[in-house]
């Protein structure tokens, strides 16, 4: 630990008390006069004065007081703010709408200053990452995030394309990045989405290229959200969520090679032109808005934002 007597450089994960850093600085400078034969006296005197001040607080002599970590309380904005703590979270995803926050601090707070050396990423934007990083970090300070319900335009099917990294546990574990499904989202918790059945209830002779090959978890896809889907039939659904989702995958394949995780993944999809709405820090997912209006014999599905809708899908 490096310090002086303008500031001390700690973890940045905890925060003194003011009383403690009084505390301190009494003993530092009890300290810095020790070799001075003319200030005996004023040596004792320092000693009692931090001994007094710390019993004051209610406890012993300290002879090893804790160290202040450099980090001042929240100073009430929604940023992250060097030496200071930012806005309080639970886990990372809460840090990550903060203008210059990079991740949850065990003090419940987020904060600037990354897990490994020289990640410190300043409030004005792009991170300062080390060069032997072994788990690349983007920025996600400016990320835009949807509320969970969808608000869909009249006439259009919208929804949501879920993609797994594959760095989640369970059945969200795999090699390679996967589409978890193409979901309309009709169910009133989710939004308002039409509901527009198949043209043809004939079933795929194939498993999709992009997801888990399952014809198990393919049924289940198809009736649980291809049946709102608008599509030709079953082949016609899978075919068009894999033309959608593919040059996705590529991209997150490229990011996760790379050492990437969810968020850095989120920022390379929207670095590539993608819209995120949001993601699932759970299942290590990542969400992308989808719309569909009316083709020459099925319903076609496209990638947009939510406010570009009725100009992408119409």
């Excluded at 999809?269 to 290590?284: C, F, I, T, W």
């Amino acid at each position: 630990m490096v310090e002086s007597d303008s500031e001390v450089i700690g973890s940045g994960e905890e925060t003194s008390s003011d009383e403690e850093h009084v505390v301190k600085r009494g003993f530092k400078a009890a300290a810095a006069k020790a070799s001075c034969p003319c200030c005996s006296g004023c040596i004792a005197m320092l000693g009692a004065i931090a001994v007094a001040i710390n019993h004051s607080l209610g406890g012993g002599v300290t002879t090893t007081p804790a160290p202040f970590t450099g980090e001042m309380p929240f100073s009430g904005a929604q940023e992250c703010i060097p030496g200071r703590q930012g806005p309080s979270c639970k886990n990372d995803v809460d840090c990550l709408t903060s203008t210059g926050c990079v991740r949850c601090a065990k003090s419940g707070h987020c904060t600037d200053v990354g897990l490994g050396p020289n990640t410190h990423i300043p409030a004005s934007g792009g991170p300062s990452l080390p060069p032997t990083s072994p788990r690349r970090r983007r920025s996600t300070s400016n990320l835009n995030y949807y509320s969970s319900y969808m608000s869909c335009p009249p006439g259009l099917i919208c929804g949501v394309m879920a993609l797994e990294t594959g760095l989640g546990s369970g059945n969200y574990k795999s090699d390679r990045p996967l589409l978890h499904g193409l979901w309309p989202q009709n169910d009133p918790s989710y939004g308002n989405s039409l509901c527009v059945p198949p043209v043809s209830q004939t079933k795929a002779t194939k498993l999709p290229s992009c997801m888990d090959p399952s014809w198990g978890f393919i049924s289940h896809e198809w009736t649980k959200h291809g049946q709102c889907a608008g599509a030709q039939n079953e082949a016609d659904y899978f075919d068009q969520a894999c033309s959608l989702a593919q040059p996705l995958l590529q991209v997150m394949s490229d990011e996760l090679k790379a050492g990437g995780d969810l968020e850095s993944v989120a920022r390379a999809l929207q670095d590539a032109g993608y819209p995120v709405r949001r993601l699932d820090s759970k299942n290590q997912q990542v969400y992308i808005p989808v719309c569909a209006g009316k083709g020459p014999s099925a319903y076609e599905w496209k990638i947009a934002a939510d406010e570009d809708f009725t100009k992408v899908c119409r």
